[in-house]
């Protein structure tokens, strides 16, 4: 079992920035997946960056590439979401996750993630 508490939500201006962090406790070890969704209101959940714990292989959604920076601390068992350049429509929950330590790449979808944190609200204002 793993579990999962997220933090650092809250209310931005567009073209602000925000870090999310993300507490990991339980069965932590060995080289999962971990990863960022989100969920507006309305709409289904997306993915948004996975990291490998232990060797690091990241993978992006193009919608957040280059805006968004996944890392983790494996001695803090934390995993956090550095979010820049908001814009309105990066508004929704975001949820940490844990999935399978079989594999490469981190899978990106929600369905192959077997661990759930009960998200943080993000909302960013104009």
């Known amino acids: 079992q793993v579990r999962l508490v997220e933090s650092g939500g809250g209310l931005v201006e567009v073209g602000g920035s925000l870090r999310l962090s993300c507490a990991a406790s339980?069965?932590?070890?060995?080289?999962?997946?971990m990863a960022w969704f989100r969920q507006g209101a309305g709409k289904e959940r997306e993915f948004l960056a996975a990291?490998?714990?232990?060797?690091?292989?990241?993978v992006y959604a193009d919608s957040v590439k280059g805006r968004f920076t996944i890392s983790r601390d494996n001695n803090k068992n934390t995993l956090s979401l550095q979010m820049n350049s908001l814009h309105i429509e990066d508004a929704a929950v975001y949820y940490c996750?844990?999935?399978?330590?079989?594999?490469?790449?981190?899978?990106?979808?929600?369905?192959?993630?077997?661990?759930w944190g009960q998200g943080t609200q993000v909302t960013v204002s104009s």
């Open positions: 339980g069965r932590t070890a060995g080289n999962y997946a």
């Open positions: 990291i490998r714990r232990n060797t690091g292989d990241i």
């Open positions: 996750a844990v999935g399978p330590r079989a594999g490469r790449d981190p899978p990106k979808s929600p369905e192959q993630y077997d661990y």
